[in-house]
């Protein structure tokens, strides 16, 4: 019995009835029946999807398209996309009773107006990124020039400590330097001719 729903309740232990021994099975009609007010046939369109302890799934759809358009709707669906168009009428009576004029065309522009907004948002924040990587680079590059910079000024005055470090010869001054002096400079020449 494929439209009810079973319950089963035990009865009284003390009566003497042949029956009272098993329990009573009571049936319960899907919740659009009960809805409704008929009868749950066995083979009910509606049971399989509205379930007795449903009872608002059936009422919600039932007040935006009525009973007649959803048996309709069901009966011409293949059994596999029927739970799937009952999802859909659910949902979409939500939404026609939350916004009377749009339904679910109100909630997907709100929702594609969200998307739009955080994509731009996005984009502005990427091209905030990209804006301070620039200036990061920007300030390496600079930080690397002062930095060769003065690597180099160290260098030249390296080299400026080092060259007045060294004694000053005048060279046009003949007294300045004599052969006496290689004595003095522990230099000893070899001569050149032998």
């Known amino acids: 019995m494929e439209g009810y729903t079973t319950s089963v309740t035990p009865t009284s232990s003390g009566s003497s009835d042949r029956s009272s021994s098993h329990p009573a099975v009571?049936?319960?009609p899907c919740a659009a029946c009960k809805i409704l007010r008929r009868r749950c046939v066995e083979?009910?369109?509606l049971a399989p999807y509205f379930p007795?302890?449903?009872p608002l799934k059936f009422t919600i759809a039932h007040r935006v398209f009525g009973a007649s358009n959803i048996i309709k709707l069901l009966q011409e669906l293949p059994e596999e996309q029927r739970?799937?168009?009952v999802n859909s009428?659910?949902?979409e009576a939500h939404a026609r009773l939350r916004d009377p004029i749009y339904g679910c065309t109100g909630a997907i522009c709100h929702?594609?107006?969200q998307i739009s907004d955080l994509q731009a948002e996005l984009a502005k924040a990427?091209?905030?990124i990209l804006n301070m990587q620039c200036q990061n680079a920007n300030l390496c590059e600079q930080l690397s020039c002062k930095s060769q910079m003065a690597t180099q000024n160290n260098i030249v005055e390296e080299n400026c400590l080092t060259q007045s470090s060294l004694p000053y010869y005048n060279y046009n001054d003949n007294s300045a330097f004599s052969?006496?002096?290689q004595a003095n400079l522990g230099v000893s020449w070899d001569p050149l001719w032998t």
Do not use: H, R
């Open 26 to 28: 009571i049936l319960s």
């Open 43 to 45: 083979k009910c369109v």
């Open 52 to 54: 007795p302890t449903e």
């Open 83 to 85: 739970a799937d168009a």
């Open 89 to 91: 009428m659910v949902y």
């Open 111 to 113: 929702l594609q107006k």
């Open 126 to 128: 990427q091209a905030e």
């Open 179 to 181: 052969f006496d002096d």
